[in-house]
């Protein structure tokens, strides 16, 4: 089955605790990407990747990271989460050449 | 850079009535799509409709339809003989059809609005 795996689905974690959020695909897409989804504001994109070894800041990038070392996966990682960063956190990809997104399930990210 | 309006942040309908969802977007660029996304309680999103830009003709899925003004940057969602099961969060998104930019394949999304959809 086609899909985007995003894991964990729920994190709570402390201030400055190294995490990481995982995101594989199995549709060999080139372009990955994450949002995340606060109330009022939609989903605004953190980081993407065109594709190995290519990734590009979005619009909220401040406090995260990403690498793109394999085509299927794209983690993101936060050095030193902050209670800011408290949100749903939604990874995706889509084909070059297509204007369909793959979602993954959602991770939702609790920083106390 | 591209934005996306929605400005009903909850919107309710009565089961098999008819409700509109509204969505305005500002852009420079000529050629773009357009999109309607359902978002449940489960948190998956869900695409329910595309609209590319160039074409005129309004698109259409069984009981969702858009009203697509180009000229007017208006996107609004049209979902006829409501569902319970209709009730989400809607989000509109808009994303560029040039593939040789360093934004290709970014959505940007509107707000977001609550459908509740009453018995």
Known sequence: ?112 | AQTVTQSQPEMSVQEAETVTLSCTYDTSESDYYLFWYKQPPSRQMILVIRQEAYKQQNATENRFSVNFQKAAKSFSLKISDSQLGDAAMYFCAYRSAWAGGTSYGKLTFGQGTILTVHP
């Open chain 1, 1 to 112: 089955e086609a899909q985007v795996t995003q894991n964990p689905r729920y994190l709570i974690t402390v201030t400055g605790k190294k995490l990481t959020v995982t995101c594989s695909q199995n549709m060999n897409h080139e372009y990955m990407s994450w949002y995340r989804q606060d109330p009022g504001l939609g989903l605004r994109q953190i980081y993407y990747s065109m594709n190995v070894e290519v990734t590009d800041k979005g619009d909220v990038p401040e406090g995260y990271k990403v690498s793109r070392k394999e085509k299927r996966n794209f983690p993101l990682i936060l050095e030193s989460p902050s209670p800011n960063q408290t949100s749903l956190y939604f990874c995706a990809s889509s084909l070059r050449g297509s204007t369909e997104a793959f979602f993954g399930q959602g991770t939702r990210l609790t920083v106390v």
